[in-house]
């Protein structure tokens, strides 16, 4: 963006100081008084030479106002480019579907990570947080302000890094009141019970907005998925829920207990509940299953949906207020040493 039209403006104005200044000079020259017997002091060589550099000092103090002139009038125009920015978000929307119980704290700040490296390989889908207990709570929402996600899952990391004691059950203070902070609001009633995965997977699934827009939707469900306590959705039925909501699932078993018996029991009741519905199931300790979960979202049919344009003014004033600053310089000086 540039303003043309102000430098013709500001010479011109410039011009008419300038007569103005010869003219009171020539009148002053007019009301000079003359002073006899000088002949002998003006002829002198001395004097001469004075003479030249006054009156070289006077040009080069006038050529200094030109240039100041001319390059305030250059940066005064404001030389400037203009740029429209059209970002493109893709039309997917991912919700990460977390686990907080007692059973699984220990693993879950390793879940958050493999989360957050999930998150680096998107561009432009939507994600949230989510956790749950016997009942859920929105770390985020929906949103594809990527520092913003990245910066909350690193206090979530740090919350659930809870460093726990197994013979003793001790836990610092520090750890748990970080816990309990970052918890809050997820374990509402303890005659409920914990880790209700059925009803923190809705909960999840609840989470998507833009119900009429044509988006894909994922869920990705990191849990042990033992249940403790009366949920009100088995978790067969929640993924149903999921299916009739065209909302894709991956399941992510976080074994507390790897080769018992029990865990493989209802990690093979989660993967058949996952896959049932064309879901993916992956063991979240599987150095595989990030990738696998971004190649699946990113695999699935979404349009590129246009934002609001964004206009960016760029000043290009270039080296103009250099030879402004060069030119205040030398009248300054001029003026100096010649005592104007």
Known sequence: ??????????????????VVAWQRHADKQQRSVKVAHTLSARSSEL????????????????????????????????PSSEEVLQRD?????????????????????????????IVDSFEGERVALVIFNSSARTVFPLTDDYDMIQDQLEIAATALDVDIDLST???SEKDLEEYKAFAEGTLVDNWLGS????DGLVSCSRTFDYSTQDRSRTVILATDNIVEGSAI????????????????????????DPGSWLTESYAEEMEEAVTSVGGNFFYADDADAGDQIV????????????????????DHPGI??????????????LGWRLRL
């Open 195 to 198: 880790s209700l995965v059925g």
């Open 1 to 18: 963006m540039v303003m043309p039209w102000l430098i013709p403006v500001v010479l011109g104005v410039a011009a008419l100081v300038g």
């Open 47 to 78: 004097f001469r030479t004075r003479l030249r550099r006054y009156r070289a000092g006077i040009v080069t103090a006038l050529a200094c106002a030109a240039l100041v002139t001319l390059s305030s009038s250059v940066v005064a125009a404001r």
């Open 233 to 256: 959705f088995e978790l067969e039925d929640a993924v149903e829920i999921l299916q009739d909501r065209k909302i894709r699932i991956n399941g992510l078993f976080i074994d507390p």
């Open 169 to 171: 059950g001790y836990v």
């Open 295 to 314: 190649k699946d979202v990113q695999a699935q049919d979404a349009a590129d949906l246009e934002t609001d344009a964004e206009t960016i003014v760029s």
């Open 89 to 117: 978000m893709a039309s997917r929307d991912i919700v990460l579907c977390l686990d907080i119980s007692g059973s699984v704290v220990q693993f879950d700040s390793q879940v958050v990570e493999a989360f957050s490296e």
């Open 320 to 333: 103009w207020p250099v030879f402004a600053l060069i030119g205040v310089a030398g009248i300054i000086g």
